[in-house]
């Protein structure tokens, strides 16, 4: 019988998962914002300067950051690295951690506090603090829970969209699209388009090229979601019946390759 792990890549295969590139370095200078578009320079680990661009939400001049897309050859601009996913590495030193924690990123927390909460937590203390929220800085000296809240949400947050966009561009979908989305649904994003993609399209928020081309990258995302449960002792047990209407025909034709009968 087909895994989960074999439907996975099926699906990835399906879509064409494209072989990225990785740079990695400190946002040096941004030229240009505008919405969620962004275009600047990163200065390599090696001190080397590259132009990027890219639709990126939440990032800030002095942040490090590992990016991951392709080359391209601008007409006037010449080469420029275009941001397709993008990633902020996780502090694992003592001054890293302060240094982020203290930052304008997250809010009501001091340089003080940030080394109260690396003497408390250690050199885990931002994963700590995604995994355990406010309950992990309840009890450190000088944040009580409103603070703790403030300062745990500001931690997450930071996090959260970069795993989300991670995720769905595994099936093409643009990260614009996904940013757009998160504005409005938080953490829930994932979340609602594993369950229910079609409530997307009531948000007048897609912005690919063609609505049937948004409909059938959605459906793709549904269809894995669908087949997450419809699998168990070699027996379709479970119908996702917010998908029934545009899925069932594509399980039916698929059921025994996926069953492997």
Request: hydrophobic fraction near 40%; aromatic fraction near 6%; include cysteine.
């Amino acid at each position: 019988m087909a895994t989960d792990k074999s439907l996975r890549k099926g699906i990835n295969f399906m879509n064409g998962t494209e072989l990225l590139e990785r740079e990695q370095g400190i946002i040096k200078v941004i030229k240009y914002k505008k919405d969620n578009f962004m275009i600047g320079i990163l200065q390599k680990q090696n001190g080397e300067d590259i132009t990027f661009k890219g639709n990126i939400f939440g990032i800030e001049k002095n942040e490090e950051i590992i990016f991951k897309g392709k080359w391209t050859e601008h007409i006037k601009y010449g080469k420029q690295f275009e941001v397709t996913k993008w990633e902020r590495p996780i502090p694992k030193t003592k001054e890293k951690i302060i240094s982020y924690l203290s930052s304008p990123f997250i809010k009501g927390c001091g340089e003080k506090q940030a080394i109260r909460i690396v003497n408390e937590l250690g050199e885990n203390a931002i994963e700590i603090i995604m995994k355990e929220k406010e309950e992990a800085l309840l009890g450190i000296k000088g944040i009580g829970k409103k603070k703790a809240i403030t300062i745990a949400h500001s931690v997450v947050q930071t996090y959260e969209l970069q795993n989300i966009v991670s995720e769905l561009s595994e099936y093409g979908i643009d990260p614009e699209f996904v940013i757009k989305v998160y504005k409005k649904k938080g953490a829930e994003t994932l979340e609602l388009l594993k369950r229910n993609p079609y409530e997307l399209t009531k948000m007048k928020l897609i912005s690919f090229p063609k609505v049937d081309e948004a409909e059938k990258k959605l459906v793709l995302i549904g269809q894995q979601a669908a087949m997450n449960i419809a699998i168990d002792n070699n027996k379709i047990v479970q119908r996702n019946t917010q998908l029934k209407e545009r899925l069932d025909l594509m399980l039916i034709e698929n059921k025994k390759k996926l069953l492997n009968i």
